[in-house]
């Protein structure tokens, strides 16, 4: 039995005529006979009934038509299934992708798509968000993992991959370490090491403080989580991790003190809007989406 009989003996129970089943199945009409007749020896039952005048399924016929049906709608599911696997034409991709990424789900799953697409090289650009949709709007890049941009710069097709919550981390011997909650009010006066401006979530935080009048003294700024680690560490200061990372790294002498009202780190995958895409590009879009939906 061949997946083409199958079509035939559908079409041919649609149709109950031999000449339009085989015009609409664009083959000759003894071919047609011939492979419907071949597949009832090889069945050992009569699936259609011929007369000059007409063709009538047989009970047989119809159960067949039945699970043949199924046995279609299986293979097309199969073939959607196997879509994501498919090896696409292009051999590499450039990636940006946020300083923090390796304490974040970003990691993983750039370790998960090298290891179901081995023949795709991933080149990466590290930087702020700010610096990746610039190079992502020039084409410098092909996708990037940014966090949310504001609503005024979303020329973006966005994927959300990742959300947390924004801390204030400082050493365990702070003033402020016992806190339950940080307000913008607790910084006024202290000393703090500010999110990077080329990351999207600097406005937020200084939108906060402006808001409420709130004057810190800004010894520099950094969203690399190192450097943020060690800025609390030595005491210079309070300064500001995602939740998650810092969950991670789970540095020694130092807290993390929830901000009040809340600020998000949300990571997006991002690419340029209304722009053609290649192969490549959507193997790689379509492998995060798919795996979004399965965690």
């Known amino acids: 039995m061949s997946i083409n009989q199958i079509y035939y003996v559908i ?32 069945l050992n039952v009569k699936l259609f009934i011929r007369t000059k005048s007409e063709v009538t399924i047989t009970e047989a016929g119809k159960s067949f038509v039945y699970y043949a049906k199924k046995i ?15 090896l696409p034409k292009s051999k590499s991709i450039k990636v940006g992708l946020l300083w923090p990424f390796g304490y974040t789900k970003v990691l993983d799953y750039i370790k998960l798509f090298q290891k179901t697409y081995p023949n795709i090289e991933i080149k990466v650009l590290i930087d702020g968000s700010v610096s990746l949709m610039t190079k992502l709007q020039n084409h410098k ?16 097709n966005l994927l959300s991959v990742d959300t947390s919550r924004i801390v204030c981390v400082m050493n365990n011997n702070h003033p402020l370490a016992t806190s339950e909650k940080i307000f913008p009010k607790d910084l006024d006066g202290q000393k703090i090491l500010m999110i990077s401006h080329n990351s999207n979530v600097y406005l937020p935080l200084y939108t906060l403080l402006v808001k409420n009048n709130v004057k810190p003294i800004i010894i520099g700024e950094s969203s690399e989580a190192d450097v943020v680690i060690q800025i609390a560490q030595s005491n210079m200061a309070i300064s500001f991790l995602s939740e998650e990372v810092f969950k991670k790294i789970r540095p020694e002498n130092v807290v993390a003190i929830p901000l009040f009202p809340k600020i998000y780190r949300n990571i997006y995958l991002a690419s340029v809007a209304n722009f053609p895409q290649t192969n490549v590009i959507k193997t790689f879009i379509n492998f995060i989406k798919n795996e979004e939906k399965t965690r």
């Open 72 to 86: 279609l709608n299986n293979i097309d599911e199969l073939k959607i299934s196997l879509n994501k696997f498919r």
């Open 141 to 156: 890049i092909d996708l990037a993992f940014i966090v949310e941009p504001p609503k005024y710069q979303r020329n973006l």
């Open 11 to 42: 079409k041919l129970s649609e149709t109950r005529n031999f000449t339009k089943a085989a015009n609409e199945l664009f083959i000759a009409q003894p071919t047609l006979s011939q492979q419907i007749k071949k597949l009832e020896d090889e």
